[in-house]
């Protein structure tokens, strides 16, 4: 049974961190490219950063130089370090696995960025 679990969302004040994981499970992680997605209220669902399976990474625009994407194959577990939050950021984060036909999602994790 594949899973993503997401965890680390929160409530944080502007400038400040989270570290959000993604565990995985029932399928094989490795030879996964592995995404972070979120939607705002109102919003669509947009992307945040993609770790391919060699390593390489993108990210969106807004979040260049303030989040990191990682991934660990031995934890299957993909890692998002958000910082210098800002309220704008505020949406669900959705972990994504993606090869070929085949999309896996979490659950999603909120995160609030509020004073």
């Known amino acids: 049974q594949v899973q993503l679990v997401e965890s680390g969302g929160g409530l944080v004040q502007p400038g400040g961190s989270l570290r959000l994981s993604c565990a995985a499970s029932?399928?094989?992680?490795?030879?996964?490219?592995m995404n972070w997605y979120r939607q705002a209220p109102g919003k669509e669902r947009e992307l945040v950063a993609t770790?391919?399976?060699?390593?390489?990474?993108y990210y969106a625009d807004s979040m260049k130089g303030r989040f990191t994407i990682s991934r660990d194959n031995v934890k299957k577990t993909v890692y998002l370090q958000m910082n210098s939050l800002k309220p704008e950021d505020t949406a669900v984060y959705y972990c994504d696995a993606a090869r070929g036909p085949y999309d896996y999602w979490g659950q999603g994790t909120q995160v609030t960025v509020s004073s």
């Open positions: 029932g399928f094989v992680f490795s030879i996964y490219a």
């Open positions: 770790i391919h399976t060699a390593g390489s990474t």
